[in-house]
């Protein structure tokens, strides 16, 4: 029940597409599976995740010899549950250090919700009764480290900082040292999004990871990957763009109260098998929710 309000978009246009196919015909044959595909396709279901998916229902059906289009609901569901259903991809835990602060790198391009999303994860960590503090990696937008401050200050958090311009890795430097110094539980840090410059991006990274690795070896303990859900496939291409450049170890699928292609998530799992491990469901520091695959999966067609 707890997604029905954020993801009615998501879950009434996809639902309300497939019902409206089972009314339409009678009976299920070639022209039902292709408008199928069709709406699997313009809900940002990846291209070849349709196909298996279709394949899967086409075999079901002539097994099981259904002639009911009302059906079909239950079998896709079921379909989607077997595809998705593995190990890594059900992880949507954050990867707590065993002692010692937990570092968690955010990245993503300007624009998706990172600053945002980590003003809501620290949020949602604190009524955790974690204590966390945050670094402004993004010493490049400007304005970024304002913001950053700013929602910590409304959180009641230490915010890290240094020289708009700065040098991003010595940001991130202090942050560790200080969060280990305090005795903060995480330790959640900000970075630029500069895609379109992806040796820099890539070299700024790189140097975050060793400077926090030499404080804390086996850290940064999570990187994950904000992603604008509206941007539909363009966003799981930056996802790829990203998974080339850094290790990601999970996404985070902002603005999925404002879209009504809720098929990113099963996109981005077909092309790159990185977790969903939060999604974000408005403006407000309330608005974050951990994944739930199957919630998602039944949501999407009922
Ligand atoms: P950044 O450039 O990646 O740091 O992006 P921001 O955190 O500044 O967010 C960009 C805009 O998206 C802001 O207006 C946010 O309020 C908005 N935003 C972020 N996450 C969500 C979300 O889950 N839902 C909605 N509706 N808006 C969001």
């Not at 997604?3 to 998501?10: E, H, N, R, T």
């Not at 003003?119 to 009524?127: P, V």
């Not at 820099?200 to 990957?225: D, F, Q, S, V």
Request: a negative charge; hydrophobic letters at 40%.
């Amino acid at each position: 029940e707890k997604y029905v309000a954020g993801l009615d978009k998501s879950s009434t246009s996809f639902s309300d597409k497939i019902n409206s196919l089972a009314a339409r015909y009678r009976e299920i044959d070639d022209d039902y599976f292709e408008e199928l595909e069709n709406i699997l396709i313009m809900s940002d279901v990846g291209v070849n995740m349709v196909m298996t998916i279709v394949d899967e229902i086409k075999k079901e059906v002539r097994i099981e010899n259904i002639k009911d289009p009302k059906m079909i609901n239950d079998i896709i569901v079921d379909k989607m549950f077997v595809i998705y259903a593995n190990d890594s991809y059900m992880t949507t835990k954050i990867n707590y250090a065993k002692e010692g602060p937990t570092v968690i790198l955010m990245v993503g391009v300007n624009g998706a919700g990172k600053t945002t999303t980590i003003a809501k994860l620290a949020h949602k960590m604190k009524e955790e009764g974690k204590s966390v503090m945050v670094a402004a990696g993004d010493t490049f937008r400007a304005g970024a480290i304002d913001q950053l401050d700013v929602w910590a200050n409304r959180l009641g958090i230490t915010c890290i900082k240094g020289k708009e311009g700065g040098d991003p890795s010595s940001v991130i430097f202090d942050g560790v040292k200080q969060a280990k110094e305090a005795g903060v539980d995480v330790l959640i840090c900000d970075t630029a999004g500069r895609l379109q410059n992806k040796v820099g991006l890539m070299k700024e990274l790189e140097k975050m990871n060793r400077i926090i690795k030499k404080t804390i070896p086996e850290g940064p303990h999570e990187t994950l990957l904000v992603i604008d859900a509206t941007t539909g496939q363009n966003g799981v291409n930056q996802a790829e763009e990203f998974a080339k450049i850094t290790d990601i170890t999970g996404i985070v699928l902002t603005k999925m109260d404002g879209t009504a292609k809720g098929g990113i998530v099963l996109s981005i799992k077909d092309s790159l098998n990185i977790p969903v491990k939060f999604i974000g469901l408005g403006e407000s520091m309330n608005d974050l929710q951990e994944f739930d695959l199957e919630q998602y999966i039944y949501g999407l067609c009922h």
